[in-house]
């Protein structure tokens, strides 16, 4: 493809884009009104459900195949990654050598490490009730993960992290969303419809449907995601090394 055909591809792209963009502005609700036509159906739909946390209810019942495209696009750039940052055969693994951690560094990272990761199970468990959810939780706890890294060395973080349990972990994560989608299905109602369990008792841990259940497997998910697609990285950075010695 030569030059001129992709600037021309990308200017007619653009172009739609920007139309489609000015079009959606043009059909937006006037500023100023202090109610919202859509935050009081968002807000009804989750009261009916027994979800206290609206913004849960929305990512995983009343659009929770948007949801899933987002899972599916985490997991494909994870993928992708994983295939992108493979040992390529100019390459060898070399051991790492531990790294001088200053004190105070050690010290702080190994008491938050397990702070941190209570904290990402806790944001994930409660995500129909309170703010947070699977994707921040998610995200919390692999952070919490890394804390060795840096209050340790990598070979501390290796221990706790086995790469082939992450990625299975992952995989059966993003599985356990689409059959409970499907399990909407096979019942006779619509993908992903939060028809299968009862609602139970408003604010507690059990409430909210399906939601609770979505939101652990996005939680696993994203945690997952993050501790694979990191460990390539840090593969690179600090194993992987050319023939050459670089």
């Known amino acids: 493809m ?8 990308l200017a007619v792209g653009g ?12 059909d937006l609700p006037a500023f100023g009104r202090r109610d919202h036509p859509y935050g009081e ?18 990512n995983f019942d009343q659009r929770a195949y948007d949801t899933l495209g987002e899972m599916s696009i985490l997991f494909a750039a994870v993928l992708g990654c994983v295939v992108l940052l493979r040992q390529a055969r100019d390459e060898h693994r070399a051991a790492p050598l531990p790294a001088e951690v200053a004190r105070p560094v050690r ?23 309170s703010p947070g959810g ?26 706790v992290r ?7 972990t992952d995989s059966l994560a993003a599985c356990s969303f689409v059959v409970l989608g ?12 939060n028809t299968l369990l009862p609602y139970g008792t408003f604010n507690t841990l059990s409430s909210g449907g399906l939601v609770p259940l979505l939101n652990a497997a996005i939680g696993m ?18 194993e992987i090394k050319e023939e050459n010695g670089s």
Request: charged share 10%; hydrophobic share 60%; proline share 2%.
């Open 2 to 9: 030569s030059r001129r055909l992709r600037l021309w591809l």
């Open 15 to 26: 172009a739609g884009l920007g139309t489609l963009l000015v079009a959606a502005c043009l």
């Open 41 to 58: 159906r968002a807000v009804r739909a989750s009261l009916i459900r027994h979800t206290a946390n609206v913004i849960s209810s929305v």
């Open 107 to 129: 010290r702080y990272a190994l008491l938050v490490a397990p702070v941190a990761l209570v904290t990402g199970l806790y944001v994930i468990a409660h995500g129909q009730l």
């Open 134 to 159: 699977g994707f921040q939780g998610g995200v919390v706890a692999a952070t919490a993960l890394h804390l060795l890294y840096l209050g340790a060395d990598y070979r501390a973080l290796e221990r």
């Open 162 to 168: 086995p790469i082939g349990v992450f990625e299975v």
């Open 182 to 193: 499907l399990a909407g299905v096979l019942a006779g109602t619509a993908l992903l419809a």
């Open 221 to 238: 998910e994203v945690a997952s995601a993050v501790v694979v697609l990191l460990a390539r990285f840090l593969d690179q950075a600090v």
